[in-house]
């Protein structure tokens, strides 16, 4: 959806600002996880509608800002390994994925 709102606006500039709606646009996924598991809630959108959060593994207190950064930077690059790595989590004996197990987070029942 957002993809061609900035085709339009790169149109309406006569193409001027295309190089950095196009540098910015990638980056907005990672601020929106990252905002948004950092935030109270614990959790995008969809994990709130699932009832599920996202804490700290050593004492289940919410993730800082930097945490949830890191979770959200490892989550995109297990999906540029065409999301095989994602596959952990079923030989994992919690269940958890590589991107939690590296950033030291755990997804509960919230």
């Known amino acids: 959806m957002i993809w061609p709102l900035a ?3 790169s149109a309406m500039s006569l193409f001027t600002l295309a190089p950095a709606l196009f540098a910015v646009i990638p980056v907005l996924p990672l ?4 905002g948004m598991i950092a935030s109270s809630a ?10 599920l ?9 919410r993730p ?3 945490q949830a950064f ?14 095989l790595l994602l596959l952990w989590c079923l030989f994992d004996d919690r269940s958890r994925c590589l991107h939690d197990i590296l950033s030291g987070t755990k ?4």
């Not at 959060?53 to 207190?61: C, F, I, L, Q, S």
């Open 107 to 110: 997804i509960i029942r919230g």
């Open 70 to 83: 890191i979770l959200t930077a490892l989550f995109y690059l297990t999906l540029a390994t065409s999301g």
């Open 64 to 66: 800082d800002p930097l």
């Open 42 to 51: 614990q959790g995008t959108l969809g994990m709130r509608a699932l009832g």
């Open 7 to 9: 085709l339009v606006f």
């Open 53 to 61: 959060k996202v804490v700290r593994e050593t004492d289940g207190t």
């Open 31 to 34: 601020l929106y996880h990252t």
